[in-house]
Nanobody, 128 residues
Framework: QVQLVESGGGLVQAGVSLTLSCAAS????????????MGWFRQAPGKEREFVAT????????YYADSVKGRFTISRDNAKNTVYLQMNSLKPEDTAVYYC?????????????????WGQGTQVTVSS
């Protein structure tokens, strides 16, 4: 099994920065971690879950949605089994529940259906 726990969300004003964390654990994760990819997605009320960023656990390969490119940075700390999402220059349209997911196949996919395990989500609200 894989357990993912997100943290770091909150209510902030537009223009500020926020860093989200996603801590991974579990026997399955420990067995497959070097081959997996981790993704951040977000879901606003009434909308589908959308791709934000993804990173390979074993290397520096990252991908970003066009809407966050240049503002958000995904990174990982293998020793802590944690993935981060540094969010700069936040906008009101970034308001959503942010989820991290893991794809044990390591496809770095932009599609939520490719991710097997999800955290409970953390709310980010950006006021104008």
């Amino acid at each position: 099994q894989v357990q993912l726990v997100e943290s770091g969300g909150g209510l902030v004003q537009a223009g500020v920065s926020l860093t989200l964390s996603c801590a991974a654990s579990g026997r399955t994760f420990n067995s497959f971690s070097m081959g997996c990819s981790m993704g951040w997605f977000r879901q606003a009320p009434g909308k589908e879950r959308e791709f934000v960023a993804t990173i390979n656990w074993s290397g520096p390969t990252t991908y970003y949605a066009d809407s966050v490119k240049g503002r958000f940075t995904i990174s990982r700390d293998n020793a802590k089994n944690t993935v981060y999402l540094q969010m700069n220059s936040l906008k009101p349209e970034d308001t959503a529940v942010y989820y991290c997911g893991t794809d044990l196949r390591g496809f770095n996919s932009r599609y939520a259906n490719d991710y097997t395990y999800w955290g409970q989500g953390t709310q980010v609200t950006v006021s104008s």
